[in-house]
Nanobody, 130 residues
Framework: EVQLVESGGGLVQVGGSLRLSCAVSGITLDDYTIGWFRQAPGKEREGVSCISSTDGSTYYGDSVKGRFTIAIDNAKNTVYLQMNNLEPEDTAVYYC???????????????????????WGKGTLVTVSS
């Protein structure tokens, strides 16, 4: 059974930084895709970033480009989301997600849609205060 557990959220001031973690169990990240999504109060969930461990390719939503960085630590089977220069608009619950075993979610054409992402963590709350 694949499980994803997010951590690292918290309260930070505008301009600050946080690093979120997505610990994955039940599958190794050697050939897998992980996406980060977020949902702000009263808004629909949106794609933040996506990474393919096969070739290391990364993708970002327009609102976070240049501020967020996604990375994989294969030794720890964990995906990180480094968030810098945080803004109040980044306040949201952040989720990581992955596809069903044996199925492919290609970031290059699928992200930021959620179709094909079957495993989701419970989320971690990020609050950016002004």
């Amino acid at each position: 059974e694949v499980q994803l557990v997010e951590s690292g959220g918290g309260l930070v001031q505008v301009g600050g930084s946080l690093r979120l973690s997505c610990a994955v169990s039940g599958i190794t990240l050697d050939d897998y895709t992980i996406g980060w999504f977020r949902q702000a109060p009263g808004k629909e969930r949106e794609g933040v970033s996506c990474i393919s461990s096969t070739d290391g390719s990364t993708y970002y939503g327009d609102s976070v480009k240049g501020r967020f960085t996604i990375a994989i630590d294969n030794a720890k089977n964990t995906v990180y989301l480094q968030m810098n220069n945080l803004e109040p608009e980044d306040t949201a619950v952040y989720y990581c997600a992955g596809p069903m075993l044996g199925l492919n979610y290609d970031c290059s054409y699928a992200f930021p849609t959620e179709y094909g992402l079957d495993y989701w963590g419970k989320g971690t709350l990020v609050t950016v205060s002004s």
